[in-house]
């Protein structure tokens, strides 16, 4: 969202210079011009007819000018990516049944200048598809796909809409219905949003129990040399299938304020991030929480009774190593840890710590392993203890991807899950995913 000379007096170019003889070139005119007068004069014809020559050759025209640069390419005004998902369990209760899946998601952005405006501003598009069936909740609650995620009941196309403004300092406001997905995507080293990197929702688009997946609202970010600020403000309900106004922020108002830290340790980049994020809702966000977690009403059920929520987060990425030949590449180690007041919200902790980057002589290919732990909130699980076990649900994901050409990729995924559902053995799960970049 945020993009991250003085005219001298250039040398004159060789064609620019006057064209003469060169030093040897005269001493040797001397030389032969002594002789003149003791020569014959067949030797001075002879000599005549090379000075003509070299006349000649002296206002020859220049070469002409090398051509000029290639000009550079302007960014994608459209961009289009697809992928397809295979996935099976191999361990655990879950049936080994395998499923097939994909997703497609447009990328559109319009310049100010194509309508009317200055290149300042940009509206962005971008509708999402997806189709087919995944392994999620077939072994832990966190969904195990991040690009098939959606809320319950709801339908497999969505479309987001937003308009942002960059100023010259690189400071942004974004307004509208906006995808979470492009933001976790744009982290540095763990980035991954369903496409690409990691695929468990725990790792890729670690839930917060606050913030929904795709929301309606503001977003600033405001750089510095060594600080990213950012402040929130949107409507704490899942906008997935709405317009974003049907809502109309009838549950409260959330926020989220961050700022993130640049660092150098070692001469490698990182960054490290601190944030607070609430809201004003009262309940629980039934919206984004799995419906086999609906706690029942009171007096019965006591969870989702207060008022309010507030959380805070830490996370870090930092660079080990840089490759010199393939800028942005390199080895680097992520964390993450969010601990919250609880009631009402589901998630009062929740953890992670992984590894990942691009190996050195293949920089197109890229491979992670992480780790990941979560928490459901004491109320919650006191509520529906009756009808379902739950306790903490932790796991680790590995991935190898190879770049195989261009705009292809082919992702070979392991995960390993220890269910919140207190019944369910710890389940194993392969999966592949085809990446097409157009």
Do not use: C
Request: charged share 20%; no cysteine.
């Amino acid at each position: 969202m945020a993009s991250i000379g003085a005219l001298g007096t250039a040398p004159l170019a060789a064609s620019e210079f006057p064209v003469s003889a060169s030093a040897d070139e005269q001493a040797t005119e001397l030389e032969t011009t002594a002789e003149l007068n003791d020569a014959p004069v067949e030797d001075n014809a002879k000599l005549e007819t090379v000075s003509l020559s070299a006349s000649q050759v002296a206002v020859q025209p220049p070469p002409p000018p090398p051509p000029p640069p290639p000009a550079r390419p302007e960014p994608d005004l459209v961009k289009l990516v697809v992928s397809q998902f295979g996935d099976v369990p191999v361990a655990g209760s879950a049936p080994g049944t395998p499923r097939y899946a994909g997703r497609a998601d447009a990328y559109i952005t319009l310049p100010g200048s194509r309508w009317g405006a200055d290149d300042s501003w940009k509206i962005n598009i971008r509708p999402e598809f997806t189709w087919g069936k995944s392994s999620n909740g077939e072994i832990g609650l966190i969904p195990a796909n991040t690009a098939l995620f959606r809320p319950e009941g709801q339908e497999d196309y969505d479309l987001s809409l937003s308009v942002t403004k960059t100023w010259q300092s690189g400071a942004s406001l974004e307004v509208g219905k906006i995808n979470v997905l492009d933001i976790s995507g744009a982290l540095p080293i763990v980035g991954s949003n369903g496409h690409f990197g990691f695929q468990n929702l725990g790792i890729a688009l670690p839930p917060t129990a606050v913030v929904p997946n795709t929301l309606t609202g503001a977003q600033l970010q405001i750089p510095t040399k060594k600080v990213i600020y950012r402040l929130w403000v949107f409507d704490p309900d899942s906008q997935y299938n709405r317009t974003g106004f049907e809502t109309a922020f009838e549950s409260g108002v959330a926020f989220l304020g961050s700022a993130a830290f640049r660092t150098n340790f070692g001469q490698k980049p990182g960054l490290f991030n601190f944030a607070v994020v609430g809201s004003t809702r009262s309940g629980p966000a039934f919206d984004i929480l799995p419906r086999a977690l609906t706690p029942p009403p009171p007096p019965i059920g006591t969870f989702g009774d207060e008022e309010g929520e507030l959380a805070l987060q830490l996370s870090g990425f930092q660079y080990l190593k840089l490759n010199p030949r393939a800028r942005g590449k390199g080895l680097g180690v992520f964390a993450r840890f969010q601990a919250s007041m609880g009631d009402p919200t589901f998630l009062d902790y929740s953890a992670f710590v992984g590894i990942a980057g691009n190996p050195a002589n293949r920089p197109q290919d890229r491979f992670g392993l992480a780790a990941f732990f979560y928490s459901l909130t004491d109320e919650l699980v006191d509520d529906i203890a009756f009808r379902l076990p739950v306790e903490d649900e932790q796991g680790v994901e590995a991935f190898y991807t190879v770049g195989f050409a261009k705009g292809w990729k082919m992702t070979a995924n392991v995960q390993v899950v220890d269910s919140a559902i207190a019944f369910r053995d710890t389940g194993v799960t392969l999966g592949a995913r085809l990446t097409t970049t157009f």
